[in-house]
């Protein structure tokens, strides 16, 4: 019987071209065709007689045939078009198509499986290719949709539409957005005249001209205009981009282009605008001009007033020279070392007030700096950004106003000095005519009281003295001879002197490692004592003075910090700009220079003051002077301080001839009988020409001089002609030749000590000074001084 069936399907699938399967109703292959054995490279004789998902390696045991075959078996059911997709050995991968019946013959026993096959590979790519080509269009779709909302989108936020228009016929076509920036809808007339209707009258020609220059000279439209938007009448700015397109022959065709409402930009820069033109003006107003510096580059930038403050244009080198340059000569290293160290290492912000020189007119005028820094990462400066204000007429002011308050404070000081003299004046006058009108030759008591009346005129000149020393302080003059020493023995000394008899208690808080200062000790015992009687006449009842000195560190170096502290009725807030003033006084005795004695040693002293008083409990007065670079030599000594502890009684050991020049005859008169009490002999000479040839002598007896000098007193100052410093100069250019090398032993005089002469004495020539007025006392002590020195040198 099987053999029968194999016949049978053997009959039928030799006539299918496709490859064709047939199967026993167990799925055992019963007989294949040609087609399947080509198609899978199999050999017929390998699979027939086999079960089907065995064959070729178990290729064919796909599990979703087996589900199809085994409803054929057991329902009749019949499956067309199952597409299955495997990979096959010997040719590749495949993609095939089945199809398969379940047949009944009438006389075959049992029923066949025929199982067809069709190799759809090349189709199903073909299907794949075409499905690629169709989801790249559909791609495109999506691109171009999406493009076309975010253009939307995009013109709907930026306030820009596009539009074509036809140059022929005048019509145009808009996007959405365009709409809303016209204020029209589709109903509107898309035409020529429609555009037109929304430029303002005023605009019309120059807009339209604008359009026929750019259609005629071929280039592209970029306009700013404004339209009226037919909606609202509202009036926007708009700013139109355009292109012409040209056909073959180069007639223009259309114009492909887009505006956009700028109505908000173009108010900012408006407003921006008016805000430069009035920022401009104020700063014109107020001479105030802006600068940006970069100091990565070293260039700054400057504004328009700036560059008129500073008298530059625009083809001035901004650069750091540039502006040192600008700088006056007298300020540049003080900015120099302002800019390095402030700014650049300490970082504060830049607040300056210094001069410049215009190079437009060479002209000096004062600014003032205002900056702010800005540092990157490591914290190092990378740019300042500031004003700088021209302040000359206000420092011209400001000059006028101090000129002012001095013109009104010499009036003040000129009447106070007036009547303190006066009183001073009065007094020895009248002890002087006590005295004469007292003295009997017949009366021995007549003399003693003579004596005793000459005694209280000299106490009068005595304080005659140091009235004029305190005014030469206060004034411009009195410039300090300074030594370098310690603060602390001196402030002690001068305070307790100063608080003898009184009920004050002092308490002393004095550094021991006080840093030594650079001082003149005359002046600065002045300062404490004044200090020290201005505390005790605020506590007349008594009570606590602590006087303090300490080492600080300020920002300009080490500093000697000393205070007064007292607990008295303190100071008048109102008062406290007026203390320093001169003849300014809250107390009923007084004449008022004390503080102002005290402010100007101090700041002769390079050093400051300051107060801190609250009425009722008490004040305390701080001062700081700078230490000094060097430490004091054991010997340092002030000659003045010496010539005071000398006693007057003593005459000087060694006698000798002094020449004293002069132009006053009473001080000629004076220091004639000082020298000749002390043993001297006196020449005199009242002009320069005369000192230089006693000291000298003429040319033709330059080797035989008449007199030898032992000493000379040259005053510094004699009117209309050359004074001590010139004839010192000549006499020490000669001295060698004419006097064997002798040297002699010069002092300089004068009543005012301004002169650098008077505070450097050595330096011109000089060994040493004597101030006016003087007395016996301070005449003896320096001449003993030097001579004897000299002396001793000689026997050596």
Same mark, same amino acid.
């Given at each position: 019987?099987?053999?029968?069936?194999?016949?049978?399907?053997?009959?039928?699938?030799?006539?299918?071209?496709?490859?064709?399967?047939?199967?026993?109703?167990?799925?055992?292959? $019963?007989?294949?065709?040609?087609?399947?054995?080509?198609?899978?490279?199999?050999?017929?004789?390998?699979?027939?007689? @086999?079960?089907?998902?065995?064959?070729?390696?178990?290729?064919?045991?796909?599990?979703?045939?087996?589900?199809?075959?085994?409803?054929?078996?057991?329902?009749?059911?019949?499956?067309?078009?199952?597409?299955?997709?495997?990979?096959?050995?010997?040719?590749?991968?495949?993609?095939?198509?089945?199809?398969?019946?379940?047949?009944?013959?009438?006389?075959?026993?049992?029923?066949?499986?025929?199982?067809?096959?069709?190799?759809?590979?090349?189709?199903?790519?073909?299907?794949?290719? @075409?499905?690629?080509?169709?989801?790249?269009?559909?791609?495109?779709?999506?691109?171009?949709?999406?493009?076309?909302?975010?253009?939307?989108?995009?013109?709907?936020?930026? =306030?820009?539409?596009?539009?074509?228009?036809?140059? #022929?016929?005048?019509?145009?076509?808009?996007?959405?957005?365009?709409?809303?920036?016209?204020?029209?809808?589709?109903?509107?007339?898309?035409?020529?005249?429609?555009?037109?209707?929304?430029?303002?009258?005023?605009?019309?020609?120059? &807009?339209?001209?604008?359009?026929?220059?750019?259609?005629?000279?071929?280039?592209?439209?970029?306009?700013?205009?404004?339209?009226?938007?037919?909606?609202?009448?509202?009036?926007?700015?708009? /700013? =139109?981009?355009?292109?012409?397109?040209?056909?073959?022959?180069?007639?223009?065709?259309?114009?492909?282009?887009?505006?956009?409402?700028?109505?908000?930009?173009?108010?900012?820069?408006?407003?921006?605008?008016?805000?430069?033109?009035?920022?401009?003006?104020?700063?014109?107003?107020? +001479?105030?001009?802006?600068?940006?510096?970069?100091?990565?580059?070293?260039?700054?930038?400057?504004?328009?007033?700036?560059?008129?403050?500073?008298? %530059?244009?625009?083809?001035?080198?901004?650069?750091?020279?540039?502006?040192?340059?600008? %700088?006056?000569?007298?300020?540049?290293?003080?900015?120099? /070392?302002?800019?390095?160290?402030?700014?650049?290492?300490?970082? @504060?912000?830049?607040?300056?007030?210094?001069?410049?020189?215009?190079?437009?007119?060479?002209?000096?005028?004062?600014? !003032?700096?205002?900056?702010?820094? !800005?540092?990157?990462?490591?914290?190092?400066?990378?740019? $300042?950004?500031?004003? %700088?204000?021209?302040?000359?007429?206000?420092?011209?002011?400001?000059?006028?106003?101090?000129?002012?308050?001095?013109?009104?404070?010499?009036?003040?000081?000129?009447?106070?000095? #007036?009547?303190?003299?006066?009183?001073?004046?009065?007094?020895?006058?009248?002890?002087?005519?006590?005295?004469?009108?007292?003295?009997?030759?017949?009366?021995?008591?007549?003399?003693?009281?003579?004596?005793?009346?000459?005694?209280?005129?000299?106490? !009068?000149?005595?304080?005659? @003295?140091?009235?004029?020393?305190?005014?030469?302080?206060?004034?411009?003059?009195?410039?300090?001879?300074?030594?370098?020493?310690? $603060?602390?023995?001196?402030?002690?000394?001068?305070?307790?002197?100063?608080?003898?008899?009184?009920?004050?208690?002092?308490?002393?808080?004095?550094?021991?490692?006080? $840093?030594?200062?650079?001082?003149?000790?005359?002046?600065?015992?002045?300062?404490?004592?004044?200090?020290?009687?201005?505390?005790?006449?605020?506590?007349?009842?008594?009570?606590?003075?602590?006087?303090?000195?300490?080492?600080?560190?300020?920002?300009? =170096?080490?500093?000697?910090?000393?205070?007064?502290?007292?607990?008295?009725?303190?100071?008048?807030?109102?008062?406290?700009?007026?203390?320093?003033?001169?003849?300014?006084?809250?107390?009923?005795?007084? /004449?008022? +220079?004390? +503080?102002?004695?005290?402010?100007?040693? &101090?700041?002769?002293?390079?050093?400051?003051?300051?107060?801190?008083?609250?009425? =009722?409990?008490?004040?305390?007065?701080?001062?700081?002077?700078?230490?000094?670079?060097?430490?004091?030599?054991?010997?340092?000594?002030?000659?003045?301080?010496?010539?005071?502890?000398?006693?007057?009684?003593?005459?000087? !050991?060694?006698?000798?001839?002094?020449? &004293?020049?002069?132009?006053?005859?009473?001080?000629?008169?004076?220091?004639?009988?000082?020298?000749?009490?002390?043993?001297?002999?006196?020449?005199?000479?009242?002009?320069?020409?005369?000192?230089?040839?006693?000291?000298?002598?003429? &040319?033709?007896?330059?080797?035989?001089?008449?007199?030898?000098?032992?000493?000379?007193?040259?005053?510094?100052?004699?009117?209309?002609?050359?004074?001590?410093?010139?004839?010192?100069?000549?006499?020490?250019?000669?001295?060698?030749?004419?006097?064997?090398?002798?040297?002699?032993?010069?002092?300089?005089?004068?009543?005012?000590?301004?002169?650098?002469?008077?505070?450097?004495?050595?330096?011109?020539?000089?060994?040493?000074? %004597?101030?006016?007025?003087?007395?016996?006392?301070?005449?003896?002590?320096?001449?003993?001084?030097?001579?004897?020195?000299?002396?001793?040198?000689?026997?050596?």
């Amino acid at each position: 019987m099987f053999d029968g069936v194999k016949e049978y399907a053997a009959s039928i699938v030799e006539t299918v071209r496709e490859p064709l399967l047939v199967l026993s109703s167990d799925l055992k292959i $019963l007989t294949v065709n040609r087609s399947f054995c080509n198609t899978f490279k199999i050999s017929i004789d390998k699979i027939v007689g @086999k079960f089907i998902y065995d064959i070729d390696d178990h290729q064919w045991d796909i599990p979703s045939l087996r589900l199809l075959l085994n409803e054929i078996v057991l329902k009749d059911s019949v499956f067309n078009d199952y597409e299955v997709e495997r990979d096959f050995t010997g040719i590749g991968r495949k993609n095939i198509l089945l199809n398969a019946r379940k047949i009944h013959g009438k006389d075959v026993d049992p029923s066949i499986i025929l199982l067809a096959m069709e190799d759809i590979t090349l189709l199903k790519e073909k299907e794949r290719e @075409k499905e690629k080509e169709r989801e790249k269009e559909r791609e495109k779709e999506r691109e171009l949709r999406e493009n076309e909302r975010f253009l939307r989108e995009s013109q709907k936020a930026a =306030g820009i539409g596009s539009y074509v228009t036809d140059l #022929a016929t005048g019509i145009w076509k808009i996007s959405p957005e365009m709409y809303n920036i016209l204020g029209i809808d589709e109903s509107y007339p898309h035409t020529l005249e429609g555009w037109a209707s929304f430029l303002p009258a005023d605009t019309q020609e120059e &807009v339209f001209a604008y359009h026929t220059r750019v259609e005629s000279e071929r280039k592209r439209f970029d306009y700013e205009y404004r339209i009226i938007r037919f909606k609202d009448k509202e009036e926007r700015w708009v /700013h =139109g981009l355009g292109e012409i397109e040209y056909d073959n022959q180069g007639k223009p065709v259309r114009r492909i282009g887009t505006i956009q409402d700028i109505t908000e930009r173009k108010q900012m820069e408006i407003a921006l605008k008016e805000q430069e033109y009035f920022f401009k003006e104020s700063q014109q107003a107020a +001479l105030i001009g802006s600068y940006k510096t970069n100091f990565i580059s070293g260039s700054w930038e400057s504004s328009e007033v700036l560059d008129q403050i500073f008298g %530059i244009d625009q083809s001035y080198k901004r650069t750091m020279e540039g502006w040192l340059k600008l %700088i006056h000569p007298d300020d540049k290293e003080m900015m120099e /070392h302002y800019l390095n160290q402030e700014l650049m290492v300490k970082h @504060k912000p830049f607040n300056k007030v210094y001069r410049i020189i215009r190079p437009s007119d060479h002209e000096t005028r004062w600014v !003032s700096g205002l900056g702010k820094i !800005s540092c990157d990462k490591e914290g190092k400066v990378i740019s $300042l950004i500031g004003t %700088i204000q021209d302040i000359t007429e206000r420092k011209k002011t400001e000059e006028m106003l101090q000129n002012n308050q001095k013109l009104e404070a010499l009036g003040v000081l000129g009447g106070g000095i #007036a009547h303190d003299f006066n009183n001073l004046l009065s007094g020895i006058f009248g002890y002087i005519e006590i005295a004469r009108n007292t003295l009997d030759k017949d009366d021995p008591r007549s003399i003693v009281k003579g004596i005793e009346y000459l005694e209280k005129a000299l106490s !009068s000149f005595v304080r005659a @003295k140091d009235l004029t020393q305190q005014l030469l302080t206060f004034s411009q003059g009195g410039a300090p001879i300074k030594e370098i020493g310690s $603060l602390g023995p001196l402030i002690k000394e001068c305070t307790e002197f100063a608080l003898v008899g009184s009920n004050i208690l002092c308490l002393f808080q004095l550094a021991e490692d006080l $840093l030594f200062c650079d001082f003149d000790k005359n002046q600065m015992g002045q300062v404490f004592s004044n200090l020290a009687i201005n505390a005790k006449q605020a506590m007349p009842h008594g009570g606590k003075l602590v006087v303090s000195a300490r080492n600080v560190d300020l920002e300009n =170096g080490q500093y000697v910090q000393i205070s007064f502290a007292d607990e008295g009725c303190g100071i008048p807030h109102h008062c406290l700009l007026q203390i320093f003033d001169p003849f300014f006084t809250t107390k009923q005795t007084g /004449h008022g +220079l004390g +503080l102002s004695i005290v402010h100007s040693i &101090v700041t002769k002293h390079n050093g400051a003051i300051r107060v801190e008083s609250i009425e =009722g409990k008490g004040t305390t007065m701080i001062l700081s002077f700078p230490a000094a670079l060097e430490e004091a030599s054991a010997s340092t000594v002030s000659v003045v301080n010496k010539a005071c502890t000398v006693s007057s009684s003593s005459t000087a !050991s060694t006698k000798g001839h002094i020449l &004293v020049m002069d132009d006053e005859e009473c001080i000629r008169d004076i220091i004639e009988q000082m020298l000749t009490d002390l043993g001297y002999e006196v020449s005199f000479a009242i002009n320069a020409q005369e000192a230089l040839e006693m000291l000298l002598g003429s &040319v033709s007896e330059s080797e035989k001089m008449k007199t030898v000098f032992v000493a000379a007193i040259l005053d510094l100052t004699i009117p209309g002609g050359a004074g001590g410093k010139e004839v010192i100069s000549k006499v020490r250019e000669r001295e060698d030749e004419v006097n064997h090398n002798h040297k002699l032993i010069a002092f300089v005089c004068s009543g005012y000590s301004d002169d650098p002469v008077m505070s450097n004495p050595s330096q011109y020539g000089f060994n040493d000074t %004597i101030y006016k007025p003087f007395r016996k006392n301070d005449v003896d002590a320096i001449l003993r001084r030097y001579l004897n020195k000299k002396n001793k040198d000689n026997l050596r």
